[in-house]
């Protein structure tokens, strides 16, 4: 089984940074991936970003140049760097692991963005 931590939300002003972590233990296999989503009240959850085994990446349009996600595979670890933050960005964020055999999510942690 995968288990995810995630860390790094809170409350920051417009045009501030955050950085999100999602520590994983546990079977990890290949190929995998590992994604930031998030969901905003009364709406379903939605992509941010996702980073591949394989290496590759992708974005939603509306983080793009703003965030990047990244991988330590060393720690097994993938982070999300939000920078130029907007009040619209405010949601809570999960983290997403998806392999072979599994597809877990972290229990999310609040982002909030202030005018």
């Known amino acids: 089984q995968v288990q995810l931590v995630e860390s790094g939300g809170g409350l920051v002003q417009a045009g501030g940074s955050l950085r999100l972590s999602c520590a994983t233990s546990?079977?990890?296999?290949?190929?995998?991936?590992m994604g930031w989503y998030r969901q905003f009240p009364g709406k379903q959850r939605e992509l941010v970003a996702v980073s591949y085994s394989g290496g590759s990446t992708n974005y939603a349009d509306s983080v793009k140049g703003r965030f990047t996600i990244s991988r330590d595979s060393a720690k097994n670890t993938v982070y999300l760097q939000m920078n130029s933050l907007k009040p619209e960005d405010t949601a809570v964020y999960y983290c997403n692991h998806r392999g072979p055999l599994s597809d877990v999510w972290g229990q999310g942690t609040q982002v909030t963005v202030s005018s």
């Open positions: 546990g079977r990890i296999l290949r190929p995998n991936a």
